[in-house]
T-cell receptor, first 116, second 113 residues
Framework: DTAVSQTPKYLVTQMGNDKSIKCEQN?????MYWYKQDSKKFLKIMFS???????INETVPNRFSPKSPDKAHLNLHINSLELGDSAVYFC???????????????FGPGTRLTVT | GENVEQHPSTLSVQEGDSAVIKCTYS??????FPWYKQELGKRPQLIID?????GEKKDQRIAVTLNKTAKHFSLHITETQPEDSAVYFC????????????FGEGTQLTVNP
């Protein structure tokens, strides 16, 4: 039933490690996103893919690399983790940039990443 | 790029009172303005949105108004209830790009019983 799911829900790791977060949506949406929510609750877009094609790539360190194997999945890989990467990462999806019926973005439950 | 400012950052009201949250945006080409509610430890969820071809939209106890000339929009919640307590985010985007939502910094609303 879950529309947008993420794994894992919690991730605690040490500085310098490499980790991945997975996201899947079963809504048939064309567009998926990664957002970072910092400790002050500010939501900032990182990446967006439309039909497996990267369409938004904000100014984030190149240690962050998204990968979309198909339009239902968007994973986020982070290399050489730093303390400042600690945040909640949300995946989201929407119908798509070319479909004007709805722009609502559906968010996943979030992954709380803690780097020690 | 777009910049969205949101005020106030915190808002405390008594149950039954009204609450108003205001946002301003900088990009005059923005024409889609959603509001998201995020309860503690949960995901953001859309509660209402408005497009620039209308000035007001209402859904039960919540309403959004838009002033394109002044580039600001507001969320109004009437007859507040304790379950309305959450962080509320405004956002703005251009429909032509569809996907780039720029969020405000959020308003922590607390409704006291």
């Amino acid at each position: 039933d879950t529309a947008v799911s993420q794994t894992p829900k919690y991730l605690v790791t040490q500085m310098g490690n490499d980790k991945s977060i997975k996201c899947e949506q079963n809504l048939g949406h064309d567009t998926m996103y990664w957002y970072k929510q910092d400790s002050k609750k500010f939501l900032k877009i990182m990446f967006s893919y439309n039909n497996k094609e990267l369409i938004i790539n904000e100014t984030v360190p190149n240690r962050f690399s998204p990968k979309s194997p198909d339009k239902a999945h968007l994973n986020l890989h982070i290399n050489s983790l730093e303390l400042g990467d600690s945040a909640v990462y949300f995946c989201a999806s929407s119908q798509g940039v070319l479909r004007y019926t709805s722009y609502e973005q559906y968010f996943g439950p979030g992954t709380r990443l803690t780097v020690t | 790029g777009e910049n969205v400012e949101q005020h106030p950052s915190t808002l405390s009201v008594q149950e039954g009172d009204s609450a108003v949250i205001k946002c301003t945006y900088s990009d005059s080409a923005s024409n889609y303005f959603p509001w998201y509610k995020q309860e503690l430890g949960k995901r953001p969820q859309l509660i209402i949105d408005i497009r620039s071809n209308v000035g007001e939209k209402k859904d039960q106890r919540i309403a959004v108004t838009l002033n394109k000339t002044a580039k600001h929009f507001s969320l109004h919640i009437t007859e507040t209830q304790p379950e309305d307590s959450a962080v509320y985010f405004c956002a703005a985007s251009r429909e032509t790009s569809g996907s780039r939502l720029t969020f405000g910094e959020g308003t922590q609303l607390t409704v006291n019983p």
